[in-house]
């Protein structure tokens, strides 16, 4: 590899904030995490997006107070939702969320 090809390669790597290669990372243990346990997308009557795992229902909303969502970033990535790594890895699985959701009325 040419020496000024692996410098704007690494220019344009730095350029990415830290928080977003950490999202990328936890996005992947999360996907992981999810698939072995055979998670499930859901839409609300309301738009809302929520991941079933087995008996549990994880609001996807991101709320400091949303302890299943902390629970699930803690079990699969080893972090609390509240780093700026761990809320861009969660808005990542809103939009995989988004895109898979089957409709249902949860109430």
Known sequence: MAKGNRKSRDQAQ????????????YELQLNKFIRSRR???LRAEDGTLHLVLGSLRV???????NHNLA????EACGV????PGAQAAIQRLQV????????L???
């Open 80 to 83: 609390s939702s509240l780093s």
């Open 14 to 25: 730095a350029a990415i904030p830290r928080s977003e290669r950490e999202a990328v990372l």
């Open 96 to 103: 995989t969320a988004q895109k898979e959701a089957t409709n």
């Open 71 to 74: 629970r699930l970033m803690l």
């Open 105 to 107: 009325v949860i109430r």
């Open 59 to 65: 609001s996807l909303a991101f709320d400091r107070d």
């Open 39 to 41: 998670g499930q997308y």
